[in-house]
């Protein structure tokens, strides 16, 4: 079988490669599973070294590793030069602190010494998305390497030229043979790596449909996993809020990488008082962003990353509108070639509309009206996701009341729903569980091991 690279901005085929055979497939988790039985007794400070490394050189080759994002999965240019920084980032970071939230912890017990040691669990598989080709793997790899884990990466079928990327980065970086290894093969084989006896822990992030199977999958074969999955975040607008500063972000927050983020905002619930004046700022600064070829610096937005999303989401407004929804802004694929579809703001949404219940995996914002606070946070709720969310408030007491209420990984007040390698990052409901990033990240791919020294005291 083959895997085609395609421009989704000019539906051009880059690149053609074969599907791993079982024998590939075995040798590389045989290959990764002896490099990790080395890696593993590397000291932090050995790790480290190659881990920086990787930071470097991604920054060195930052404009080409861009540009392949941007040819393979169509993220305007200057986004994918900042996926690349960001990964960078998190490199260092986790060559920094990696030590320090993986220190033995000493406990008082009636031992003569007692602690609890976090050791790597070894092979992990890494199961990867398109929307952010590059972030994705960096925020699983930079800890899971750090722990002392080897890794191998199934990334999605249409980004094979930046999975292969990746691996150079670390191959570059002088990683030992084996211990971060992209497997290109399609997800019919996903479930028999799953059950490889050389794959320790699993980590997806993916939909609900691909994540179900890979935590029933991984649960009869007694492994861990980590989900990230889909989100349908609430973007909450009290009447005592900026409205300047609100619409701004509404729009940054909602059609960032073309709107293809779990973590993008996408349900705008907005306290009636003020929702005439949103919406109509919020339609107009849409209608305002730049849609064209994403090789081009003034893009705000770039194609879809395929055809067969750009008519689901197109299915979903149609579905949407017949229900009532009003269209302020967009709601059309555009014509020619490319998967390009207009930035569209729907008003008049009801919680029983395809463009609430569902994720809206592109440029479609729904807005939703309330009549208070107390509406907005039910609202928020009323929905099988929880990733992120925001709430945009003059009242900051207020808005931290209100977040630890609204259901879901996490809450950003008066700002943009972002990833960072200092906190937490994850979700609960149909959103997956586990979490990534700072020190709890790096903690879900280690034995959390007790070590009691006698005699007892």
Same mark, same amino acid.
């Given at each position: 079988m083959t895997i085609y690279s395609i421009n989704p901005a000019t539906e051009e085929v880059l690149a053609e490669f074969n599907e791993f055979t079982p024998e590939q497939i075995d040798m590389a988790l045989r290959e990764a599973r002896q490099a990790f039985e080395h890696w593993r007794t590397t000291s932090f400070e050995e790790r480290a070294e190659p881990v920086r490394r990787a930071a470097t050189y991604l920054r060195?080759?930052?404009?080409?590793?861009?540009?392949?994002?941007?040819?393979?999965?169509?993220?305007?240019?200057?986004?994918?030069?900042?996926?690349?920084?960001?990964?960078?980032?998190?490199?260092?970071?986790?060559?920094?602190?990696?030590s320090r939230f993986l220190a033995d912890e000493p406990v008082a017990t009636n031992a003569r010494e007692s602690f609890v040691a976090f050791?790597?669990?070894?092979?992990?598989?890494?199961?990867?998305?398109?929307?952010?080709?590059?972030?994705?793997?960096?925020?699983?790899? !930079?800890?899971?390497?750090? =722990?002392?884990?080897? *890794? %191998?990466?199934?990334?999605?079928? #249409?980004?094979? +030229?930046?999975?292969? &990327?990746?691996?150079?980065?670390f191959r570059a970086a002088g990683f030992p043979q084996g211990v971060f290894r992209t497997l290109l093969v399609p997800a019919q084989a996903v479930e028999g790596i799953i059950k490889h006896r050389h794959v320790a822990a699993v980590t997806l992030t993916g939909s609900e449909t691909v994540g179900s199977m890979v935590a029933r999958t991984a649960g009869e074969a007694l492994k861990k996993t980590v989900l990230e999955l889909g989100g349908s975040d609430p973007f909450?607008?009290?009447?005592? !809020?900026?409205?300047?500063? =609100?619409?701004?972000? *509404? %729009?940054?927050?909602?059609?960032? #990488?073309?709107? +293809?983020?779990?973590? &993008?905002?996408?349900?705008f619930i907005v306290v009636e008082k003020i929702a005439d004046t949103f919406e109509h700022r919020f339609a107009e600064a849409a209608g305002r962003l730049r849609v064209g070829d994403p090789m081009k610096r003034e893009t705000q937005v770039g194609p879809m990353a395929r055809g067969d999303l750009r008519t689901?989401?197109?299915?979903?407004?149609?579905d949407s509108v017949q229900q009532g929804a009003q269209v302020l802004q967009g709601g059309i694929a555009l014509d020619g070639s490319g998967y390009f579809y207009a930035p569209t703001i729907l008003a008049n949404v009801q919680p029983t509309m395809a463009v609430f219940q569902e994720e809206t995996f592109g440029p479609v914002a729904a807005i939703v009206r309330v009549q208070d606070a107390e509406e907005a946070i039910a609202v928020a709720n009323h929905s099988i996701y929880g990733l992120g969310g925001n709430v945009w408030t003059g009242d900051i007491e207020r808005g931290k009341q209100l977040a630890r209420?609204?259901?879901?990984?996490?809450?950003?007040?008066?700002?943009?729903?972002?990833?960072?390698?200092?906190?937490?990052?994850?979700?609960?409901?149909?959103?997956?569980?586990?979490?990534?990033?700072s020190s709890f990240g790096i903690r879900e791919f280690v034995n959390i091991q007790t070590i009691w020294v006698g005699p007892a005291q």
């Open positions: 060195q080759h930052k404009p080409r590793l861009a540009r392949l994002i941007t040819e393979e999965m169509g993220k305007p240019i200057t986004e994918a030069e900042a996926e690349i920084e960001k990964c960078a980032w998190n490199c260092e970071f986790y060559a920094q602190h990696a050791e790597p669990l070894g092979v992990v598989l890494a199961i990867m998305p398109w929307n952010f080709p590059f972030w994705q793997v960096f925020r699983f790899a !930079a800890p899971a390497l750090m =722990a002392g884990n080897a *890794a %191998v990466l199934k990334h999605a079928s #249409n980004v094979p +030229q930046c999975a292969l &990327a990746i691996e150079e980065v909450i607008v009290l009447a005592d !809020a900026d409205l300047d500063k =609100a619409v701004e972000f *509404a %729009v940054r927050s909602r059609f960032q #990488n073309t709107g +293809q983020s779990c973590i &993008a905002a996408k349900r689901g989401l197109d299915q979903q407004v149609r209420r609204i259901e879901s990984g996490g809450v950003f007040i008066n700002g943009m729903t972002a990833s960072d390698p200092r906190l937490p990052f994850g979700g609960v409901k149909h959103s997956g569980y586990g979490r990534e990033l």
